[in-house]
Nanobody, 113 residues
């Protein structure tokens, strides 16, 4: 069974940091993406990393979080970190890991002002 499991969410004050982790199992992974969904809003792309051709991975981060969010490969072969700095209240959302056709269950991030 192919699975993605997120961890690391929580509640922080504005300006704080969190690091999310995604660990995959059940098949070989060469790319992972992070999305987020706030209440009443559509799911939004946050970051991706593809290590199919370069072991450190090719990274994509949208302008909305560039400079604050960093994605990198994790310690385990099929894992990624999403480092989130200078968090803002509008970063509050459920953060999901995705690869291929598989979604994780998500981890809640709440940023208080």
């Amino acid at each position: 069974q192919v699975q993605l499991v997120e961890s690391g969410g929580g509640e922080v004050q504005a300006g704080g940091s969190l690091r999310l982790a995604c660990v995959g199992s059940g098949r070989t992974f060469t790319e992972m993406e992070w999305y987020r969904q706030a209440p009443g809003k559509e799911r939004e792309f946050v970051a991706s990393i593809n290590w199919s051709s370069w072991k450190d991975g090719i990274v994509r981060v949208p302008n909305s979080v560039r400079g604050r969010f960093t994605i990198s490969r994790g310690n385990a072969e099929a894992s990624t970190w999403l480092q989130m700095d200078d968090l803002r209240p509008d970063d509050t959302a459920v953060y999901y890991c995705h690869s291929g056709t598989t979604w994780g269950r998500g981890t809640q991030v709440t940023v208080s002002s």
